[in-house]
């Protein structure tokens, strides 16, 4: 069974930093694009970043780029985003997902249940 296990979430204020884990199970994880889906009212699902099996081809939506890192640790089956310069707008539950940006919506993606992040002062 694949799983995928999002924590790291939590409540920060506006310009501050979080990182978010995912640990990864159930295939085998090096042979896999990973991305990170956000879904927050009102604006439901956005994809925000995804990073290559080797690492080598990070890609982010517009209204993170800059702001957040995408990582992967291959040997641990871990999936990070570090989150700086947060902002109220980035207020959404987060999840970790199997594939690339053109793969997490599809029925070959799994997400995992997500961990919630609240950007309030």
């Known amino acids: 069974e694949v799983q995928l296990v999002e924590s790291g979430g939590g409540m920060v204020r506006p310009g501050g930093s979080l990182t978010l884990s995912c640990a990864a199970s159930?295939?085998?994880?090096?042979?896999?694009?990973m991305s990170w889906v956000r879904q927050s009212p009102g604006k439901g699902p956005e994809w925000v970043s995804s990073?290559?099996?080797?690492?080598?081809?990070?890609s982010y939506a517009d209204s993170v780029r800059g702001r957040f890192t995408i990582s992967r640790d291959n040997s641990k089956n871990m999936l990070y985003l570090r989150m700086n310069l947060l902002k109220p707008e980035d207020t959404a539950l987060y999840h970790c997902?199997?594939?690339?940006?053109?793969?997490?919506?599809?029925?070959?993606?799994?997400w995992g249940p997500g961990t919630q992040v609240t950007v309030s002062s």
């Open positions: 997902a199997r594939g690339g940006g053109g793969v997490v919506w599809t029925n070959e993606s799994r």
């Open positions: 159930g295939f085998t994880f090096n042979k896999w694009h």
């Open positions: 990073i290559d099996i080797d690492s080598g081809m990070p």
